[in-house]
């Protein structure tokens, strides 16, 4: 279960750093094409446009938030397991 566990902390960190990424590089990238188009946005894509928007202007608050979620999430990941406690009688 320990093992099952370490995976699953690990690949959610390299999930919000891979989303981190792409919002602050991806979607800017993709934002004045898509505007540019004329229509009605879904809300989801101003949602995303708007958490993008947020992540650039923000960078210096988000960047170390995200840093600090994933190396947390590192470490319980992969801390060593505690051993039983010995009483000794």
Same mark, same amino acid.
Request: proline share 4%; hydrophobic share 40%.
């Given at each position: 279960m320990r093992v099952l566990t370490s995976i699953v902390l690990a690949a959610l960190s390299f999930l919000i =750093?891979?989303?981190s990424f792409g919002l602050y590089f991806w979607v800017p990238r993709f934002k004045a094409n898509v505007l540019d188009l004329g229509i009605a946005l879904p809300r989801w894509?101003?949602?995303l446009i708007t958490? @993008?928007?947020i992540t650039?202007?923000?960078f210096y608050i988000? =960047?170390?938030a995200v840093l600090a $979620?994933? $190396?947390g999430l590192f470490r319980v990941a992969f801390a060593p %397991? %505690? %051993?039983p406690s010995r009483?000794? @009688?």
């Open positions: =750093l891979a989303a894509q101003v949602q958490v @993008s928007d650039v202007n923000y988000v =960047l170390p $979620i994933c $190396i %397991e %505690e %051993e009483t000794e @009688s």
